[in-house]
């Protein structure tokens, strides 16, 4: 077998593989071969000359579970590839062995073999299953209704509804219940939290020393500084034509002016000033000076009042929505909610212990779950390590994460509990400008702070150190040049999280072709439609075939061709509209519009299938299975079925109408019933699928198919996947047949 080529790192990518004594936090690019240096990073921790770790003594977490199947099978192949280039080296051949014991997975599927492991030194069910959405909805609304009535018997708690909700229904005051549940469980200890959110409303301290209040006060600063910037560019601009000038730009920097002075009161979180100074700021426009012929003929001052007018409704916004009272009046607002707040503490602590009891009740967990009793076992409510802690710490030689911008707080500290008490043996990747879960309740915070806190690398051991990993080297210099541009221009502190500067920019990674630079454009389409976008963008790509606009190919820069172009769409709506225009424009194209696996025709038997073994009180995925090529029934049989039994279930009309009839049918319920019990679901379709007779697919479709001809001329063939019987009296039936071309609707009558 042919050697590998050796693979020449980047300065940066060397130190991330090679780094020892401290603990390492990689900000990896889009590009910058983030996977590469974690697998050679895990190979150097095996095969080091020094300090050798055997591989079952890494815990490498990863976001996703094809991710971590991805990740193991790198690691595999470049440890054969060691192995190939040492034969001699039993070390390396135990780790090959070794390695197939490594914990290699996300942190959701660590924590639940850990509570499994464990479960012992828990009060929750030993045979506890994993819940499914539908379950956990399920809870939690029954729970939250038995929690609310015994929390409107404190009238704290009835008070807070009253405020929050008007009086009108309980609802916002359950789902502030939900909300905060939710929240706190993203969090290491969710009742110490609880507990100290109410206790912060306890505290008489002034605005700027409040969580909300610095958080009011950054809302306002930004909105300000914004409203100074827009009037220092309204008189900027006003100030390059003559008549422009006099009418606007002294109004204007005085206007900014009047800003400024408020954003140092902001920056210095004196909330009165504060408000005064933005009242100096409302009460003082000054009417600007009038233009011959009026603003609207002269571009420079239309320009600058609209600016202006701008401004001033940033401003009017801030009086609206955050400075709206005094400091005092704010203590007494927080004064009067806190024991409001402390109710609705109290009400959600309750409501957590009970939902949790009810899980443990009907023997089923979620992943949330999982984390807080694997940190249960890890740490005390003071975040001191249990004996199991010190345990598994020292099991682990490495603890590797990647994807680590989309880590919660809880996550982060089952990491730090896992790593060794000194925390100088992890080791994560990430970008924060990938950070997309938000809504799962991920904190990138969390790893701005680390990249703030943690010097650059090199540090002296044990202390940590950050190091960036910014070469793209999957673009060309033009696209990267574009993306540089947009996130220079949209990515902030207060938009992200951190600047987008040194250590964020990508730079051009590798020798890139100096043939080909690329090109990133962004077209601005000012109010189309979809139609009216779908057009302009077939236009587009007829005019860079047109031009041999240049791309890259296999033997260099190339023209292009329509097989270049890709359009991507949040979703499937527009799919006609792009098909259109590009036809029209003359453009061949495929639109990958696939419906759903599922809805297949072929695929909708088997599915219905599983839905009947499950649960064979369903009527239509019952129905579906009983006209499928697995059983001799037509839609006349489910007819005949359901006039003699017009009420109850399918099911039961089945087992009691026509039992000999149907006792094929019944029989092999029964049989894959059993066999559910102890099948996984590949081998159980296995079976159903053993059950198709071609030859009867064949019969069925070919008698349908006369039957159409004769009675249904004007009927597309059908193939019936579902069937709907339902009798609006003893005598009429109606069913509605689905197919593989469409839907007919069917009338029997006495």
């Known amino acids: 077998m042919p050697e590998q080529p050796k693979i020449q790192f980047t300065p940066a990518q060397a ?8 603990s390492l936090l990689v900000s990896a690019a889009a590009g910058s071969g983030k996977t590469r240096v974690l697998v050679e990073r895990v190979v150097g921790l095996i095969t080091d000359p020094v300090h050798p770790v055997d591989a079952n003594q890494l815990l490498i977490m990863t976001f996703t579970n094809a991710a971590a199947a991805k990740l193991r099978a790198d690691i595999t192949t470049r440890l054969a590839q060691e192995v190939r280039a040492h034969p001699g080296d039993l070390h390396l051949r135990s780790q090959q062995l070794l390695l197939q014991r490594a914990s290699i997975g996300t942190v959701d599927a660590f924590c639940l073999h850990f509570v499994q492991q464990h479960f012992a030194m828990l009060d929750v069910p030993p045979d506890f299953e994993t819940a499914d959405e539908a379950d956990l909805a399920r809870i939690e609304q029954e729970t939250l209704a038995a929690t609310l009535e015994t929390a409107y018997q404190d009238p704290d708690f009835r008070a807070f509804a009253d405020l929050y909700d008007r009086g009108r229904t309980d609802n916002t005051a359950g789902d502030a219940i939900l909300d905060l549940y939710h929240f706190t469980r993203a969090l290491p200890h969710p009742a110490a939290s609880l507990a100290a959110f109410a206790a912060m409303w306890q505290q008489d301290a002034p605005p700027k020393d409040t969580l909300w209040g610095k958080e009011l006060l950054g809302i306002a600063l930004a909105r300000a500084q914004g409203a100074k910037t827009l009037l220092e560019s309204g008189a900027a601009i006003a100030a390059r034509d003559e008549a422009a000038d006099r009418a606007y730009t002294a109004v204007m920097q005085d206007d900014a002016a009047r800003v400024k002075n408020l954003c140092y009161y902001l920056k210095e979180g004196d909330w009165d000033k504060s408000l005064a100074a933005l009242d100096a700021v409302l009460t003082g426009w000054r009417r600007a000076g009038s233009v011959k012929g009026g603003k609207d ?18 401003m009017t916004s801030l009086q609206k929505d955050v400075l709206l009272c005094t400091a005092e009046e704010f203590a007494a607002d ?7 707040v402390a109710a609705l503490v109290r009400a959600t602590q309750a409501f957590a212990d009970s939902c949790f009891a009810a899980k443990c009740a009907e023997k089923v967990l979620d992943y949330a779950d999982y984390e807080h009793l694997t940190l249960d076992l890890l740490l005390t409510e003071t975040n001191e390590r249990t004996p199991l802690c010190a345990t598994g710490s020292a099991r682990y030689a490495a ?17 730090f509990a ?7 043996n992890l080791f994560f990747v990430g970008d924060i400008k990938q950070s997309i879960y938000r809504f799962r309740l991920a904190d990138p915070g969390i790893f701005v702070d680390k990249q703030q806190r943690w010097q650059p690398h090199p540090q002296p051991a044990p202390l940590p150190s950050t190091l960036a990993l910014d070469a793209n080297f999957r673009s060309a210099p033009g696209v990267i040049a574009g993306i540089n541009y947009l996130f220079e221009t949209f990515f902030s502190r207060g938009l992200g999280g951190v600047d987008y500067g040194d250590g964020q920019r990508l730079v051009v990674g590798g020798d890139k072709d100096a043939a080909y630079q690329g090109m990133c454009e962004i077209d601005v389409i000012d109010g189309a439609d979809v139609d009216g976008d779908a057009a302009v963008i077939a236009r587009r790509i007829a005019e860079m075939v047109g031009q041999g606009f240049s791309v890259r190919g296999k033997d260099g820069p190339r023209p292009c061709r329509y097989d270049d172009f890709c359009i991507l769409l949040r979703g499937r709506k527009g799919f006609a509209a792009y098909e259109g225009a590009l036809r029209t424009a003359g453009i061949p194209v495929f639109a990958d519009s696939a419906t759903d696996l599922l809805d297949e025709p072929h695929i909708r038997p088997f599915a219905a299938l599983l839905r009947v073994i499950d649960n064979p009180a369903q009527d239509i995925p ?5 006209l499928s090529p697995m059983f001799p029934y037509t839609a006349d049989d489910l007819v005949a079925l359901r006039r003699a039994r017009p009420t109850g279930s399918l099911y039961g009309a089945v087992l ?45 479709y070919t008698e349908l198919q006369e039957i159409s001809a004769v009675d249904f001329p004007n009927i597309p063939v059908l193939y019936s996947q579902e069937v709907v019987a339902s009798s609006s009296d003893i005598t009429g039936y109606q069913a509605t047949v689905y197919g593989l071309t469409g839907f ?7």
């Open 297 to 314: 003929a002269n571009q420079c001052a239309s320009a600058a009042s609209q600016l202006r007018d701008r401004a001033k409704d940033q």
């Open 399 to 415: 603890v590797l994460v990647d994807e680590y911008q989309d880590t919660n707080a809880l996550q982060d500290a089952i990491y």
């Open 656 to 700: 009691y109408s026509e039992p000999q009839r149907f006792a094929l049918f019944t029989d092999a319920l029964t049989e894959y019933r059993r066999l559910a019990r102890t099948l996984p679901v590949d081998e159980l379709i296995e079976e159903a699928a053993a059950c198709l007779d071609a030859g009867r697919l064949t019969e069925i």
């Open 334 to 340: 927080r004064r009067r909610a806190a024991p409001l």
């Open 622 to 626: 019952l129905a579906a299975v009983l």
């Open 15 to 22: 130190a991330a593989i090679s780094a020892r004594g401290g």
């Open 744 to 750: 007919t609707q069917v009338c029997w009558a006495e």
């Open 418 to 424: 896992l790593a060794r008490p000194e925390a100088d």
